[in-house]
């Protein structure tokens, strides 16, 4: 319950208390500013991890976004596009919607893009492809139909959908660090992957991995604000110190090197910003190349993920700054859906995928945040940081990826709100979970528990219990599913 303010009170209060209704919730200034200040060094790190995941995915031919050499793409302006566009819209956040949630490019999501997006079109398609998303989401938000597509996903599906992308982008971390490998010869092996190489950890690149890993678990166990930032920082650094010493170089070159990026010092920390991706999209090269059918579910798996994580990431907020309404509603939620909207075409158009709401600002709650006051401070650091962008050519992804793994945890813990004891929705949740990561997909695990949610639907004559919209959404993904004996019958 707020606390209850005089109109005397009110009157004698400063216009930015009373604009951002700093007293009528209990808060300070000075707790704004720090909780703004807490929030960014908490989900700072997607500056660093963003450009890692989007960095080094080829597109369908062959190119890297924002016009990257050979070896990977324009890091540093993707680092910038990444901080300018978080920055901007976390402080429409604050104005607009005068509430202490932070925004910056969605982690799953661009995973999403990087690995099962981008390989099917170029890189320009897949982001006008978030753009659509994007806007799609505002016009349900506007016209009120976010309500419906809110209650046709099963509330446990929903939680489904975001553990195996827990697990997909954990998965995708230990990967990178080279703590699991593919198989060279994998066609004639039993198993796809193996523990490092030929089944044992080596190499000085997989033990700056580990170390990392062992210092973002402690930290976060002992509840360091801003353990992700501090474990990137301080693995990178011993990275640098590691291929000083024994110069290692890429693994392209030595097996036993960096497997993307290597640790080294650049000649400039602070330099110009260069925002090579701002408006590298295209709106309907998406439709030609990979077909309406793959655009459209590929539309709807964004989304969905980005939709709904939005609902459930400001009711927590809300409820943790006890700012929720008698309904459970945070106030003025359609302002907070229509930036958040924004904000994912907004990433689209700048290049470096969807943003939405990040949890995160939970850590700037618990510093005392509870306007939009702390939000305008959190996108003005992300706007500073826009300056030192290079900085992200020396980190290594072994000193980053460790932040996926715990990711990855951080939504795994939700599988307990799946009733594992009702088939019905235990058998889907179980094939969405479990074929993300399995089949290095997003859309095919999402897709897999829709179509077994309605299957068991039917099996059990219980057509009334599935939404209309999910029968449609089902047979979009049995399209996608066989479009290659449906493209080669019809051809």
């Known amino acids: 319950m707020l606390p209850r303010v005089s109109t005397q009170a009110t009157k004698d209060r400063s216009g930015l208390d009373r604009y951002f209704k700093i007293t009528e919730r209990g808060s300070t200034v000075e707790r704004e500013v720090r909780g703004g200040i807490v929030t960014f060094f908490t989900m700072s790190y997607i500056i660093v991890l963003n450009p890692l995941i989007l960095g080094f995915a080829p597109d369908q031919d ?27 819209m976390t402080i429409l956040m604050g104005v607009v919607a005068n509430y202490p949630l932070a925004l910056a490019t969605g982690l799953g999501l661009n995973a ?25 989401i505002l016009v349900l938000v506007l016209t009120g139909f976010r309500e419906a597509v809110f209650h046709a996903v099963p509330a446990q599906l929903k939680i489904a959908i975001s553990v195996g992308i827990g697990l997909f982008i954990a998965l ?22 193996q523990l490092g190489q030929n089944g044992q950890l080596s190499g000085w690149p997989v033990l700056v991995f580990a170390i990392g890993l062992v210092l973002v678990v402690s930290l976060w166990v002992l509840k360091v604000r801003g353990a992700i930032l501090i474990s990137i920082i301080a693995t990178t650094v011993l990275a640098i110190i590691v291929e000083a010493i024994a110069d290692l170089g ?5 097996p036993k090197g960096w497997s993307l990026n290597v640790p080294s010092w650049p000649d400039d920390i602070i330099a110009t910003p260069h925002f090579d ?61 229509v930036v958040d909207s924004l904000a994912a075409a907004a990433g689209g158009a700048a290049g470096v995928s969807s943003n939405t709401s990040y949890i995160e600002s ?21 706007l500073a940081a826009i300056f030192v962008a290079p900085v992200v050519e020396i980190i290594p992804s072994e000193a980053a ?43 095919v695990g999402i897709g897999a528990g829709f179509l077994a949610f309605v299957l068991i639907k ?34």
Do not use: C
Not at 112 to 136: C, H, K, P, Y
Not at 469 to 481: G, K, S
């Open 62 to 88: 062959g190119s890297f976004l924002g016009g990257g050499s050979g070896d990977g793409s324009n890091l540093a302006a993707i680092a910038a596009g990444t901080a300018l566009v978080a920055g901007v």
């Open 112 to 136: 999403f893009v990087a690995f099962s997006v981008a390989n099917q079109m170029t890189w320009a398609d897949a982001m006008g492809l978030v753009v659509i998303e994007g806007l799609v």
């Open 172 to 193: 995708i971390g230990f990967v990178d660090a080279g703590f699991v490998r593919r198989i060279p010869d994998a066609a004639h092996s039993t198993v796809p992957v």
């Open 250 to 254: 890429p693994s392209s070159e030595n």
């Open 277 to 337: 991706t701002l408006g590298e999209f295209s709106l309907l090269g998406s439709w030609e190349n990979a077909g309406v059918v793959t655009a459209l579910l590929l539309i709807f798996t964004l989304m969905l993920a980005d939709f709904f994580d939005t609902m459930g990431t400001m009711t927590a907020i809300g409820a943790e700054a006890g700012l929720l309404q008698e309904d459970g509603t945070p106030p003025a939620t359609r302002r907070i859906l």
């Open 362 to 382: 939970a850590s700037g709650v618990g510093e005392g945040a509870r306007t939009g006051l702390a939000s305008i401070v959190t996108g003005v650091l992300f």
């Open 401 to 443: 990826v460790p932040a996926l793994v715990l990711v990855g945890f951080l939504m795994m813990q939700q599988v307990k709100g799946i009733d594992w004891d009702d088939l019905e929705i235990a058998i889907p949740a179980f094939l969405t979970i479990v074929l993300m990561p399995f089949t290095y997909s997003i859309s």
């Open 458 to 491: 039917v099996i059990r004559g219980r057509f009334a219990a599935v939404h209309p919209l999910l029968w449609v959404v089902a047979a979009l993904f049995a399209v996608y599913f066989a479009i290659n004996p449906i493209t080669n019958w019809l051809t």
